[in-house]
């Protein structure tokens, strides 16, 4: 079992930069593949990017490519997202996820989720 809490989000103007975090509690972060995924209003729920067990692999939207850059600290238990050139459709809650995974970093087969943190952009 992991808990994800995330931190970091607020209001931001275009162009502006943003970092989340999300700190996870558990003995065992390091064996946890992270991913960063948002929900807009009225929408479902999509994929931002995501990190493996170790940080050597790093997978990314299209959307967000080159914008967004995934890191994590195995020794503070943290995943972080550097938001950068946010756009007004990056507008969203953005939610930590994790999945026990030692492949390289994928969209899918995420099954802990944090509470989410809002993100608004103002164009």
């Known amino acids: 079992q992991v808990q994800l809490v995330e931190s970091g989000g607020g209001l931001v103007q275009a162009g502006g930069s943003l970092r989340l975090s999300c700190a996870a509690s558990?003995?065992?972060?390091?064996?946890?593949?992270m991913g960063w995924f948002r929900q807009a209003p009225g929408k479902e729920r999509e994929f931002v990017a995501a990190i493996n067990w170790s940080g050597g692999s790093t997978y990314y939207a299209d959307s967000v490519k080159g914008r967004f850059f995934i890191s994590r600290d195995n020794a503070k238990n943290t995943v972080y997202l550097q938001m950068n050139s946010l756009k007004a459709e990056d507008t969203a809650v953005y939610y930590c996820a994790a999945k026990t995974s030692y492949l390289r970093a994928s969209a899918t087969g995420y099954g802990y989720w944090g509470q989410g943190t809002q993100v608004t952009v103002s164009s």
């Open positions: 558990g003995r065992t972060f390091s064996s946890y593949a």
